[in-house]
C-alpha cells in the first residue's frame, strides 16, 4: 500500500501544494486540448474545424507558457523535472530544434542582463534583404502572416548547418527536423486541409506570443555575445541596469483589468512587472502578487491593457520590422498608439 502510495503521491513532485490542482489543470487543458483540436482538425464538419483550429492555437500557447515555467524551476521541484516537462512542450511546440538548455540559458540573460538577448538579429537581417525579398515579408506582415517569427524559428534550424560554432549541433538538429518533417508530411497525405488548419492554429500561436512580446519591455536588444558580465552592463553605452531600470522599462499588458480570468489565455504571463520582481513566482500567484506590489487601480500601476495595444499593433505591424526605437509611451496606464514596440524576441528561438 505505501508503495502504490507513493507511486500515485504526485505533491512530491511539485514546489507547492496549493499548485498541484492548477498546473494539473493546466498540463490537462494543454495535452487534451491539443489532441482534441486537432483531431477536430480532421473533422468534415465547418464548426468543427473553426473550433480546431482555436483549440490547437490556444493549447499551443499554454505549451509555451508552461515551458517558460519551466525554464524558472517554478512548478517542480527538481531541475531535472522541470527540463524533462519543459522538453515534451517544446516538442509540441515547435521549439525543440533548440534544447530546453539553450531556451532556459537565453531567458535567464533576459533577466540577468535586464534586455532582450537574442541568437540572431531579425531586425538587422530585414533590413539588409533584397528590395524584392523585403517587399515579400513585408507584405506578409501586412497580411497579419507572422513571416518575421516563421524565419526566427527557420534559423534556428538552418544556422548549425552554417555556423561552425554551431556544428556541433546538427546531428540532433537534423535528427529532430527528420522526425517533425515525417510526421507533417504523413498529415498533409492523410488530409492536406488538416494541414493547412494545423498551419494557421501555429500561425496563430506564433501571433499570440508576439502580441504579448511586443508590448512587455522597452529593453534594448542585444546579439548572446554582446550580452553583459556580472557587472549587468554592456560595453556599448555603460548603461545600468538596475532593477529601477528594470521596472521602469517593464510593462504589464494585462488581457483584462475587470476580468483577471482572461488573462489565463496567456498562463497570465501578462502580469509582467509582478513577474520581473519575483520570477520564480508561479503563473497561479501572479495576479495576488501583483495585487500586492501595485493594488487595484489601474493608473497607478504599470499596466498598459491589451485592448490598447491593438490599435498600435495594426498601426506599426511593418514599422516594427525595421525600428531602431520602441516609439513613445504614453503612460503606463493608457496611451500606447505610439509604441512601436519590437520584434524577433521570442523566448522560443534559441541557439
Known amino acids: 500500500m505505501s508503495s502504490a502510495n507513493s507511486i500515485f503521491n504526485i505533491e512530491r513532485h511539485f514546489r507547492d501544494k496549493e499548485g498541484v490542482k492548477y498546473n494539473l489543470m493546466a498540463f490537462g487543458f494543454t495535452f487534451i486540448g491539443y489532441l482534441m483540436g486537432v483531431m477536430w482538425l480532421f473533422s468534415n464538419h465547418f464548426i468543427l474545424n473553426i473550433l480546431g483550429v482555436l483549440l490547437t492555437a490556444e493549447a499551443l500557447i499554454i505549451s509555451a507558457y508552461l ?71 513585408k507584405a506578409l506582415e501586412w497580411l497579419y502572416i507572422p513571416v518575421a517569427e516563421m524565419m526566427m524559428h527557420f534559423f534556428v534550424i538552418y544556422l548549425p548547418f552554417v555556423t561552425p560554432k554551431w556544428h556541433h549541433k546538427r546531428t540532433r538538429t537534423a535528427a529532430t527536423l527528420l522526425i517533425r518533417t515525417t510526421i507533417f508530411i504523413l498529415m498533409f497525405i492523410v488530409s492536406p486541409k488538416a494541414w493547412f488548419l494545423y498551419a494557421l492554429a501555429y500561425c496563430i500561436m506564433l501571433t499570440a ?7 512587455q519591455h522597452t529593453y534594448d536588444v542585444f546579439m548572446v555575445d554582446d550580452a553583459s558580465k556580472k557587472d549587468k552592463t554592456f560595453e556599448d553605452d555603460g548603461k545600468l541596469r538596475d532593477e529601477a531600470y528594470e521596472q521602469a522599462n517593464t510593462y504589464s499588458n494585462l ?40 493594488g487595484q487601480d489601474a493608473v497607478a500601476t504599470p499596466v498598459i491593457p491589451m485592448l490598447y495595444c491593438l490599435k498600435s499593433f495594426h498601426k506599426h505591424r511593418l514599422a516594427r520590422l525595421e525600428s531602431e526605437g520602441y516609439g513613445v509611451i504614453e503612460s503606463k496606464a493608457g496611451g500606447a498608439d505610439n509604441f512601436v514596440g519590437v520584434v524577433g524576441v521570442s523566448f522560443l528561438t534559441a541557439i
Open 209 to 215: 506570443l508576439r502580441f504579448a512580446d511586443t508590448y
Open 255 to 294: 488581457a483584462s483589468i475587470h476580468h483577471p480570468w482572461l488573462n489565463l489565455l496567456f498562463l497570465n504571463f501578462p502580469y509582467h512587472n509582478a513577474h520581473h520582481v519575483k520570477p520564480i513566482v508561479p503563473w497561479y500567484q501572479l495576479p495576488r502578487f501583483h495585487r500586492e506590489l501595485f
Open 67 to 137: 515551458l517558460h515555467e519551466f525554464s524558472h524551476y517554478s512548478i517542480f521541484k527538481t531541475p531535472q523535472m522541470n527540463a524533462l516537462w519543459g522538453n515534451i512542450m517544446s516538442w509540441m511546440n515547435g521549439s525543440c530544434y533548440g534544447t530546453f538548455e539553450e531556451i532556459r540559458n537565453k531567458h535567464m540573460r533576459h533577466h540577468i542582463d535586464r534586455a532582450d538577448v537574442v541568437s540572431f538579429d531579425m531586425r538587422r537581417f530585414i533590413e539588409n534583404l533584397p528590395t524584392f525579398f523585403k517587399a515579400i515579408v
